[in-house]
Each structure stands twice: as structure tokens, then as C-alpha cells.
């Protein structure tokens, strides 16, 4: 045995030769080295140690932080209450701030002033969010509803891709044929914010293009019941798909959506990494509301 085990080191080659002369394998299977390079021939160095990897404890990731833009508006506050049912951290920037009214949700949102016409006031609030969503949008002339509802945003969504916001939502409006040159300035500054918003955030941006909005409205101290017309149109209106295709008239056929549906799947789109990017017709606003 001896013999063969000699003959298969000389068969191995000068290194498993200098292994068996440096190294010495003991029963409980530690290595030990006998090199004598070093001149002490009678020199055993001690095993190798391993030291045991330090337990690190790291805080678990805090919930999504989500900034509302007009939060404090019909559509806004309607997306701060769905998104603080979700469990998100809520923010909101408009230019007045918290709104007036007293309810519970808006204790739990964290309130800015801000200007969106002013990109440089709009980096703090977004310095540690994950998601925008802009409800931003107004009437006027045609170069105030443009400004409004397209240079707004567009500064929103750049600041937003200059701080490496993730996920940009935004609520845009349906194409109602001939209103649309009717209100020029605000379809217009819709579609340019809307490319812009595509061009910034290619995989995680979501525009959401609803028709009339139904739902309770504050206006002062008065609440306009909304869906006393919405909801019944929306019920006649949405299994009429085929009517939009009509000529002049159907765009018009477009049927309402409520503000609760709307916000429901913008807070959606801009929180869920898997939610398609690209446009939300009025028929996948009420698809995705609907799902759970």
C-alpha cells in the first residue's frame, strides 16, 4: 500500500509532492503545514481560524412614500385617502397648502406649498419620494390652461426624473373631438405633458385619461352631489362602447367615471412596479377599478 501510494505522489508532479512535504492532514481533519522553508524544521504552524461573520441588524424598508401633486384638490383628495387606505406615507404640494377642510385623512398627510411653475420649489418635496402622482390641472384662457395643465407638469415630471422618482402617474382627460378645439390651450398642455411624461419615464409612467369625473365635491362649504348625474350615465354609458366610433357625437358618448375609481388606479399605477406603462382609457380606468 505503501509502495502505491508513493509511486501515484511521483506520478502527480512537483506540486502535490510540495503538498505532501508542507502539509500534514490529521484524524479530526485540520490542516496542518510542515513547511521548513522558513528554517525551523521542527516549526508546526498553528490551523487556519475562521472567524464567525458578524450578525448585521438592518431596518426593515419603510412603506412606499408617495407626494400628491394638487392633493388638496376634488380629484387629489380623493388619491391622498386612497393611497393612506393602502397604508402608503402620503405627501401633497399645491400652492396653498392644506386645504381647509377638517377630516382625519388630512392629519395624515404631510402638506407643502409650492409652485409648479417654479421647478427649483419642487426638490425638496421630491427628494425622498418613490411615486408622484399629478392631478394638477385648471381652466382659463388658452395660454393660462396651457401653462396650467402643460408647463406645470412638465417641470413636475423632470424634477421628478432628476431625483430619481420611480414611478410618475398622471391624470390626463379624454379626447372629446370638437371640444377639444374648443378648450385648445388645455388639450394641448395635456398632450405636451403627456409626451413629456413618456419621454422621462418610459417603463414607469402611466397616464390615466378619464372623462367627466362624478363624486361629492367640495366647493367652500358647500358639497355639489356630482354623481347624482355621473353614476347613472356611467351605468347607461359604459356598455356602449361601439357609440364612441360615431362620427362628431361619439367622443361625447365617452361615459363618466367616479372620483374613488380614478384614484383608485392612480394610486395603483404608481405604486405597482407590474402596472403596465403607456395611456388608461376611460374603459381601463373602470377595468382596473374593479379589480382588487
Known amino acids: 500500500m505503501k509502495s502505491a501510494v508513493s509511486r501515484l505522489i511521483q506520478s502527480s508532479g512537483p506540486s502535490l509532492s510540495r503538498l ?12 496542518y503545514s ?4 522558513s528554517g525551523d524544521p521542527k516549526r508546526v504552524e498553528e490551523p487556519f481560524k475562521v472567524e464567525e461573520a458578524e ?7 419603510s412603506p412606499d412614500q408617495l407626494l400628491v401633486l ?5 380629484v387629489g383628495s380623493h388619491v391622498c385617502k386612497e393611497a393612506l387606505d393602502r ?4 405627501s401633497s404640494l399645491s400652492r396653498s397648502g392644506r386645504p381647509s377642510v377638517q377630516a382625519s385623512w388630512a392629519d395624515k398627510v404631510v402638506w407643502h406649498k409650492g409652485n409648479l411653475l417654479e421647478p427649483a420649489s419642487l426638490k425638496d418635496a421630491m427628494s425622498k419620494v418613490s411615486a408622484v402622482i399629478s392631478c394638477v390641472g385648471g381652466f382659463g384662457t388658452n395660454s393660462q390652461m396651457y401653462k396650467i395643465n ?12 432628476e431625483q430619481g422618482v420611480k414611478r410618475f402617474a398622471y391624470i390626463s382627460a379624454a379626447d372629446f373631438g370638437f371640444v377639444n378645439f374648443l378648450l385648445q390651450g388645455y388639450y394641448e398642455g395635456k398632450r405636451a405633458a403627456e409626451a413629456e411624461l413618456l419621454s422621462k419615464f418610459t417603463y414607469g409612467g402611466v397616464i390615466i385619461r378619464p372623462g367627466f369625473i362624478h363624486g361629492t365635491r367640495q366647493v367652500g362649504s358647500l358639497k355639489v352631489p356630482l354623481g347624482l348625474i355621473g353614476s347613472p350615465l356611467e351605468m347607461l354609458l359604459q356598455h356602449a362602447k361601439p357609440l364612441n366610433k360615431l362620427p362628431v357625437l361619439g367622443p361625447l358618448l365617452t361615459p363618466p367615471v367616479s372620483a374613488a375609481s380614478v384614484a383608485k388606479v392612480a394610486v395603483r399605477a404608481a405604486t405597482d412596479p407590474v402596472f403596465p406603462p403607456g395611456i ?8 382596473y377599478s374593479g379589480q382588487k
Do not use: E, H, Q, W
Open 20 to 31: 505532501s512535504r508542507s502539509s500534514t492532514l490529521l484524524g479530526n481533519g485540520r490542516l
Open 34 to 37: 510542515t513547511d521548513t522553508s
Open 55 to 61: 450578525t448585521v441588524k438592518m431596518d426593515p424598508p
Open 70 to 74: 394638487g392633493g388638496n384638490g376634488f
Open 87 to 90: 397604508g402608503l406615507s402620503v
Open 150 to 161: 402643460g408647463t406645470a407638469n412638465i417641470n413636475a415630471i423632470r424634477v421628478a426624473a
Open 280 to 287: 388608461v382609457d376611460v374603459y381601463g380606468i373602470l377595468r
